[in-house]
């Protein structure tokens, strides 16, 4: 019991002794740490679940990622600011500089190409004519980017079209499930869907007996 003790005290102490730690106190003149970017969807048309969604999944495409955090706090940062200068043959200080992480700074983060790189995941959505805005908030040498993301018009599927070969006995199989086909109009353009729409009709023909096609040789072409 009294073991058992020592170590929940001894588990207590590391946390409080990591958490007194600053992850910012290795940090140079005029560094900041990247702690967080967020993305907030401005719009009167979509509701606010499906604003949050989108939003979740704008904010897994940013790049880089913040350091590494467990329940808020960035251990990894802490092990790597606690080794300090590796130099030298001190076994623990590299050994935490092993599982440790370097600090991601405000300046490893290109803000254009993420404002572009939302662009286009808003265009997967069916969003071919958003605006993506972004500014910095910089207090305590953290910083955090909030990405403003207007989607705008999204495009629907206005017709779907099988342009094949129906003298073929291919063209025929092809055909005869189109009825199957995710592609539904009215439903709003997404990319994932067709996508899934080249693997439905691919796993169909593999079923067939066309072992050897592939979702590949399906090109799907979307004229607005």
Known sequence: MQTKLKYIVGIVSCAAFIASCSSTKNLKEGESLYVKGNVIVDSDTIS????????????????PKPNKRLAGVPFKLYFNNMAGDSAGNNIIKKFLKKIGEEPVLLSD????????????????????????????????????????????????????????????????????????????????????????????????LKNRGYYYFSPDYILVQVDS
């Open 48 to 63: 606010k679940e499906n604003k949050e969604k989108i939003a979740t999944h704008l904010e897994a495409a940013l790049m």
């Open 109 to 204: 983060v290109n803000r254009e190409y993420n404002e572009n790189l939302l662009r286009n995941r808003l265009e997967n959505f069916g969003f071919f004519n958003a605006e993506v805005k972004s500014d910095t908030l910089v207090e305590d040498k953290k910083a955090t980017i909030n990405y403003t993301a207007k989607p705008n018009l999204i495009y629907r599927i206005r017709s779907v079209q099988f342009d094949i070969d129906s003298t073929t006995q291919l063209g025929k199989d092809i055909r005869s499930s189109s009825d199957k086909s995710l592609l539904q109009v009215g439903k709003n353009y997404s990319l994932d869907v067709i996508l899934n729409e080249r693997d439905r009709i691919d796993n169909d």
